[in-house]
DNA sequence: ATTTAAAATTGTAATGATTACAATTTTATT
DNA sequence: AATAAAATTGTAATCATTACAATTTTAAAT
């Protein structure tokens, strides 16, 4: 069993909320697709499995597990929204050639500046556009 | 004159993009309204103004703004996008209960990782959500 | 095992920001 | 004045997300 989705388990029945089917398979989509997925590709991964999965469920099994910190909203891009099982602190790159969004390590826990200060941080997050390695090369061919 | 507009006029004549009465105007509204304003909080500005505006004016501005690199395009919202006509390096802090949005100093520029050694990293941005000075105190009353 | 109420899921319709696009107007050039 | 390119407008289309009522599933009570 994956480690992050035992993580998430526990801290659903810790806050009494049901492990039913589909969050389960939503939350093993998520652990397993680390490309940070939108609402429609965790629902084309799902529906060979499960024909009759509603987005609405998509949408409000998100919402419960962003509500409770164990997934991390990410708004990169203008249009959709995009989730990620990994909610220790990290930066997030967005290839503008081939959309792909890379994680790297950055620990933004314990930043701080005086503006800021009187001010009550919840969410902290790094987000940088460009062109990945990969396209790059292909781009001088 | 606002000195932002007059950068941004400048630029806007070397690229050969005419400054019609349209664009100086939504220009003067970003360079005046320093809250990260909506497209439609820009047409609501401009309205009384500017009966006659259309909306897709405003985009098809913003668009031409952006792709010159004359502003810079916040999606710290999920829902819409804002613009920002500060596009030196800093970070933006928005308040989940009042839904402002704070600017706050900090220098990415020169930001680098292993990671994305290979990478062309050609946009940076800092997000921080949480809730503000004035909304917390506001609480305990 | 039945009954019952709460929770979860579904499907459809509504919302709302953004885009597409054709028609019209404005501007600069000849 | 004629012409072509650029800019603007208004409407319709798109598409992600939300609202919501109907249905199904689950857990607890009898
Ligand atoms: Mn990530
Ligand atoms: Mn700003
Ligand atoms: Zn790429
Ligand atoms: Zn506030």
Redesign the interface.
């Known amino acids: 069993m994956h480690p992050r989705y035992a993580l998430v388990t526990n801290q659903l029945k810790k806050h009494q909320i049901r492990l039913s089917d589909r969050r389960l398979k939503i939350l093993e989509c998520l652990c397993y697709n680390l490309e940070h997925p939108t609402v429609d590709q965790i629902y084309v991964n799902l529906h060979k499995e499960i024909p009759t999965l509603s987005k609405t469920t998509i949408y409000n099994t998100l919402h419960t597990l962003a509500e409770l910190g164990l997934i991390r909203?990410i708004?990169?891009?203008?249009n959709k929204?995009r989730y990620d099982i990994i909610t220790e602190s990290h930066?997030h790159?967005k290839?503008?050639t081939c959309g792909s969004i890379?994680n790297?390590?950055?620990d933004?826990k314990f930043f701080a500046?005086d503006?800021?200060s009187?001010?009550?941080?919840?969410?902290?997050?790094?987000?940088?556009?460009?062109?990945?390695?990969e396209c790059?090369l292909n781009k001088n061919d």
């Open positions: 909203i708004n990169i891009e203008d929204t930066g790159f290839c503008q890379f790297f390590e950055v933004l500046t503006e800021l009187g001010f009550k941080i919840m969410e902290r997050n790094l987000y940088f556009k460009g062109i990945c390695q790059l």
